[in-house]
């Protein structure tokens, strides 16, 4: 707020409105600058730099353990399907 009721400013309050947006200036693109760095590092773990990152290896751990439980269970079904039809007395062993 001005000092006095005159539509102009001082050179005193120019001044410091000019070093207050200036320091805000500032200070944004500290936090801008800061902010890029984060996303860098997260970036590199994620995806990885040069060598595998967490997405590639969750992948290939998701893809792993789904075939881990896929040949169990049909092993599982393959027998009991056996077993059945050897109890119904359609297959004779």
């Known amino acids: 707020m001005p000092e006095t009721d005159s539509p102009y400013m001082t050179r005193k309050e120019c001044a ?3 070093y207050s947006t200036n320091d805000k200036l500032d200070n944004l693109g500290k936090k801008v600058e800061e902010n890029r760095r984060s996303v860098d ?8 730099n040069g060598e595998e990152g967490l997405i ?3 992948s290939r751990l998701s893809w792993r353990n789904q075939l881990i439980d896929k040949i169990p269970n049909i092993a599982i079904g393959m027998a ?3 077993i059945t039809l050897y109890i119904t007395g359609v297959l004779r062993l």
């Not at 590092?41 to 990885?48: A, E, Q, T, V, W």
Request: charged share 20%.
């Open 41 to 48: 590092k997260l970036s590199k773990i994620l995806l990885g």
């Open 56 to 58: 590639i290896k969750f």
């Open 80 to 82: 009991s399907t056996i």
């Open 16 to 18: 410091l409105v000019h």
